[in-house]
């Protein structure tokens, strides 16, 4: 196993360290040529952690940063189709599905009307209405759903 695989978390390192260090152990690693047991071999430690920390969260950073592009540019839809929604036929843009439409404008429209989450969610059950899962409306779908509108 590579010694970057140990961990890619400084403070995780940190506090591993310190529990070698209580127990009078070192951390010896052949491959890279390392002991934790020296003052030099704490900091090549350190300093191998730091930058695989950097590189996971440049790349987390990155992956964050296209996706949003390609979302706010209407390139690709990235993630599940919102409510009223489906993902084309091409499988990377999103168009309207009309009965989940006809739902989304009931449940807005009597938000705007004041009725309460759970009054909605009562009106859709008692007409029959179910959720993208088949399962009956909750007040907490008809909040999920009314603030991604």
């Not at 040529?33 to 950073?61: C, F, H, K, P, Y």
């Amino acid at each position: 196993m590579r010694l970057a695989r140990l961990t890619r978390s400084v403070k995780d390192l940190a506090v591993l360290l310190e529990l070698f260090q209580r127990r009078n152990v070192s951390l010896v690693s052949v491959a890279e040529a390392l002991d934790t047991g020296s003052a030099a071999g704490r900091l090549l430690l350190n300093i191998m952690v730091s930058v695989s920390q950097w590189e996971r969260e440049a790349i987390g950073e990155r992956t964050r940063d296209a996706m949003r592009h390609k979302k706010v540019n209407l390139q690709e839809f990235c993630g599940n189709a919102p409510y009223g929604f489906r993902l084309a036929a091409d499988q990377k843009h999103v168009e309207p599905d009309a009965a989940e439409q006809a739902i989304l404008r009931t449940i807005l429209s009597a938000r705007r009307c004041g009725k309460s989450l759970r009054v909605i969610a009562d009106n859709l059950n008692r007409r029959g209405l179910k959720t993208l899962a088949g399962s009956p409306w909750r007040f907490e779908y008809i909040a999920r759903v009314a603030k991604a509108s």
